[in-house]
């Protein structure tokens, strides 16, 4: 794999102390589509227009195609960026605006007439090159801005929220579109977002901030699957991840977690886990009667609740059903396809998703039951994982 950008130990703050960007390390290989995503304010544009070179590091080294562009003007990084708005010029045809670029650099005519014809082709813009932006769709005045960012062949390309204009229609038509022009050009993309579900549905490698800081930098899957912190727990998924504050009980024969409720659940396979929470100090290496605690948060994804047909306190009671835990329900969310059921559990809200047939009212008590092998759990000092089942 051929690297095409990497990020040393950036770090930028603005005036009035404001970190956007705290020691920001990144490799991309070349045809990556890395989506960068996080809450409003996190960095993700700062970090973007310092590798375009609109904004200068106050630390740290940028490198494109091996090269140190750290001090380099932008014009000469060889890098296209797309904004939010655009930025077509609206006194331009379509063909003047794709054309824009290879004029700035003196392509020749012919050169010129060729390239903006092929590029128009392969975006279905052909038919669409006399009119100027006003008369064209939000779509289609996307793919004009995506047309003149390629037209140049450039090393890396640019987005900062592309769709955020765009109506819910059209940015899951511009995503798949953007997918199929990631694939057939093999370009590298790095996209900016706030919207986990397009940072997730794009990125081959998603990187998720916060403060300024990286979090966690994965493919979706892994990110989804093994969230590092808290924070990337609840911040990829929807709905979010329910977090509960618990305390985690063990000793070398048992591991439990007791939640605020006073609720008990029993981790299974024992021998799988020990092994995995030894870094806990003090390993769990104590005979049965000393038994270590530990506070953390457990994280279940609403997808790992199952309600079981029987909603009554007597059936969790029962001897064979003591792995069931009872919620009550505050609130139904229809949805369509499926609905999502607020409940209280553990003495916590949190958000069950079931399909859209049920027939769930709001102040019932209802049994449920977790999927035990896939609970996240994290220190609650820290928020860092310790482990996931
Ligand atoms: P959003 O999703 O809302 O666009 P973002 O993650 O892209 O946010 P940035 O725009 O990179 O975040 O901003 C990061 C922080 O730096 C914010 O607190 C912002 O107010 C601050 N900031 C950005 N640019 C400047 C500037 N030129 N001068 C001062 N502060 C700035």
């Not at 929807?238 to 063990?250: E, G, K, R």
């Not at 000793?251 to 396979?269: E, R, V, Y």
């Not at 870094?279 to 997808?303: C, H, M, Q, S, Y």
């Not at 029962?318 to 139904?332: F, K, W």
Request: charged residues 20%.
């Amino acid at each position: 794999m051929t690297e095409k950008l990497l990020l040393n130990g950036i770090c930028k703050t603005f005036a009035g102390n404001v970190c956007a960007a705290s020691d920001v390390c990144l490799t991309v290989n070349e045809g990556d589509f890395v989506t960068f995503v996080g809450p409003s304010g996190c960095g993700k544009t700062t970090v973007l227009r310092m590798i375009a070179g609109l904004e200068i590091p106050d630390s740290g080294e940028i490198f494109i195609d091996g090269r140190d562009v750290t001090s380099l003007a932008a014009k000469n990084r060889d890098v296209a960026m797309i904004f939010q708005d655009y930025a077509l010029y609206p006194h331009m045809s379509v063909w003047q605006n794709i054309a824009f670029p290879l004029r700035m650099h003196k392509t020749p005519k012919a050169d010129i007439e060729k390239r903006v014809l092929e590029i128009a082709a392969s975006l279905e813009l052909d038919g669409l090159l006399e009119r100027k932006p006003s008369a064209l769709s939000g779509g289609q005045r996307q793919r004009v801005a995506i047309a003149r960012a390629l037209v140049r062949n450039p090393s890396l390309c640019l987005m900062d929220e592309p769709f955020s204009n765009l109506d819910a229609k059209l940015r899951m038509q511009m995503r798949s579109e953007l997918a199929r022009i990631h694939r057939e050009f093999d370009m590298t993309v790095i996209f900016v977002t706030h919207d986990q579900s397009e940072a997730m549905a794009l990125g081959t490698k998603v990187v998720v901030l916060k403060d300024g800081i990286v979090q966690q930098v994965d493919a979706p899957q892994d990110l989804y699957q093994k969230p590092r912190n808290a924070f990337v727990g609840a911040f990829i998924g929807s709905p979010q991840m329910n977090t509960f504050n618990a305390m985690l009980v063990y000793d070398n024969a048992s591991i439990q977690l007791n939640f605020l409720d006073g609720s008990k659940l029993q981790i299974p396979n024992l021998n799988a886990h020990l092994n995995a929470l030894t870094f806990l100090e003090p390993a769990p290496t104590a005979p049965n009667d000393a038994v270590v605690e530990k506070e953390v948060i457990v994280g279940i994804r609403p997808e790992n609740i199952t309600i079981l047909s029987q909603y009554t306190s007597s059936f969790i009671n029962a001897a064979n059903n003591s792995d069931a835990v009872e919620a009550s329900v505050q609130y139904i969310e229809i949805l369509g396809a499926d609905s999502h059921i607020h409940v209280r559990l553990f003495n916590e809200d949190a958000i069950l998703r079931v399909g859209s047939e049920h027939n769930l009212c709001v102040g019932q008590n209802i049994a449920c039951m977790i999927d035990l092998k896939n609970i996240h759990l994290f220190d609650a000092t820290t928020n860092e994982r310790i482990y996931a089942m």
